[in-house]
């Protein structure tokens, strides 16, 4: 009788069902002891505060469900059944969260409780509810292409967003994994459901969790240190990152993470785009929405390196990668490989896997910075979203010119203050000049403000943006100076090697 081979998950066989060696796994065990040397866990104190954290919105999330069943007068045998139910998505449901991490979490209802409801009725109640002093700040974007609150709940960041199903009772006991709960949902709800369907359908594709946690933790670190870590920039994202990891993790079943961190810059870096990464085959579905398919949509084919998830609806996580993002990405992951090699030869140590990326020290001889100004921080931060959001855009600009190799465009913008007496210090602040930067207040990285102003700008909604604020937060001006706020990007330019003439008049669209 023919032995049958062990079950897979992918579309495709593994490449090798090979166990660890013992070498293999002390390579493990010194890669687990270098995310700890940077930072990369939290302890367990925090991580419990976590879960009472979410534990609390869980609570006030079935109340927040009675209050509004309450308004509309709905009977109360339809109260006591309505329920209400929170799930994460991102990297605390994937479990690669670290210190001061954000949770991702959605917040799902009975289709009786609207999103109007959840703007109006949610942030007081949260107020009420949560221990006193717990709710630091809270921001509501209610005209978000995924419309969100923003807050600090005993110290941890918290993002909500909402959806309504098309049911009349949410039990503790559901899972959105089932397609059909997709149905009657607006564009908005399908969106903020698509989070956490997505991230629970790569934990169930991935053979192990803990091998796969271990080297997605190791794969964010290189990428956010290496500056390639940016979906509205061209980079990919979180979930993309995870994709990868995770296909890379199907091929190599029994692997531990060390071995799947190596093998992920070699398949990865030699990857034969654009043929899709996909990590189940692409499904069908009860709904009449768009997904992927470039036979049946053009401008799918002008996907450069597409990494598709695996929750109905399918979509491309990578549209926004350029040709000079994905020949940045190329490099990296060819350095990438060559240092584990040497890593695993003894050459190296994990330590120089997380070396920080050399854009503005050795990375390019000529720069382009592109400054954004505002008298006010709540206008900056939409203003700013909206510059990034366009900053692509240049770089495919940018790439049209023949004397343009490379157009890289560096993954955060970098927040300043400055303080100035009149117009033409205005203008040489806009300008670039940082003669009138307030030293005192620290340049903060657009990642790091964390502001959701400039996030929902950035994902194309500037014309749409409501935000309350909660905090009660405004710019301070001395007498007899303006305060002007400004967000600088850069991108790097390489000449193409036949021209060195470096290009000071350059011709854009935008």
Known sequence: MAVQPPR????????????PTPEELAANDALVDELKKQNNFEGSEETERRKRTLDSINKITIEFVKVVCRKKGLNQSVIDKAGGKIFTYGSYRLGVYGPGSDIDTLVVVPNHVKREDFFEHFPPLLQKMAPPGAIEEMTLVPDAYVPIIKLEFSGISIDLIFASLDIQSVPLTLDLKDSAILKGLDEQDLRSVNGTRVTDEILELVP?????????RAVKLWAQRRAIYANVMGFPGGVAWAMLVARVCQLYPSASGSVILGKFFRIIGGWAWPQPVVLKSIESGPLRVRIWNPVVYPGDRFHLMPIITPAYPSMCATHNITMSTKEIISKELKRGGDIV??????QLTWKHLFDRHTFFTEGYKYYLSIVSGSHSKEAQGIWSGLVESKVRHLVLDLEQDEAIEIAHPFNKGFERVHRCKNQDEIEAVIAGDLTYHITDIKTETTDQSNDPRHAAAANGEADNIVVTDYNGNGSIEEEGTTLMYTTTYYIG??????????????????
Do not use: C, E, M
């Not at 192990?208 to 997605?216: G, P």
């Not at 090699?341 to 003894?346: E, L, N, Y």
């Open 8 to 19: 897979h998950k992918g579309v495709t066989p593994p490449i090798s069902w090979k166990v």
């Open 341 to 346: 090699d040497q890593i695993f030869t003894g």
């Open 493 to 510: 330019i390489q000449l193409d090697k036949s021209d060195q003439t470096p290009p000071y008049t350059l011709l854009v669209n935008d």
């Open 208 to 216: 192990q969790a803990i091998t796969f946690r271990t080297a997605l």
